[in-house]
């Protein structure tokens, strides 16, 4: 323990050692998925032939950074994952790659639910967002799509956090190969939590949405995240504090 306070980088994960060497093949092509989903965020969001569609694109930013903003922190704790743990045995691999293909798709719904909550702040109808052709096979009233808008939104966070949550319980599982100190599997533990609250806030507005048939009402779950993650870091900031002392 003493070893590792005393012998710390200058790296902005300054309690945990990284064992990732250079970026992996896997890490690079993790990095074109991510880059490819962003890309797909902006594509979706305007086709900018005048001036009409860029003002359009620009009116509607805030919905397009708040999308932005989910898909970089997903891209940070895949990012801290590999740097920290250097895993690639098969469960990471499987793991990694369901994670990727998540995140796809969890672009398509983040994107038209951040774009409907900017809609109802602007005052703007929300209508053409629920638009169906006439001549589809299927059709779906607007309360409908609604509802499924929340579940598509909730079953993505599910699959994108709850699979880094067990990648981050696969390296728990290795602590010992990994060699983890006390600092280490207090990080390690403090990354599955957050993932964890994630997960089951998701959980919550489906369960919620299931039972009350009101998508409103499931979408201010999600309200409860912040919150819930600011009181897991308090809690974990408390927990460092005394291991340091004691170290």
Known sequence: MRAHLFDRK????????????????????????FAVTITLLIISSTSSYGFYDMWLMVRDMPAFLLSFAMICYAWIEHYLFFRRYGLADGWTLFLNALFLFLVMILAYPLKLLSVFLWHIILGEPTLPLFFFPEDATIQFTVFEQR???MYFYSAAIIGVFG???FMHFNAYRKRKALELDQLELLTTIQSMSGQLI????????CLVLKITQNPGIS?????SMPMLHFSAAAYFRHQFKKLETEA
């Open 198 to 205: 994630s997960v089951m806030v998701a959980i919550c507005s």
């Open 147 to 149: 509802v499924y808008m």
């Open 219 to 223: 979408g201010v779950v999600y309200f």
């Open 163 to 165: 699979t880094l949550f």
């Open 10 to 33: 200058l790296i902005a994960d300054e309690r945990f050692r990284w064992r990732g060497g250079e970026v992996s093949r896997l890490e690079a092509f993790a990095d074109g998925i």
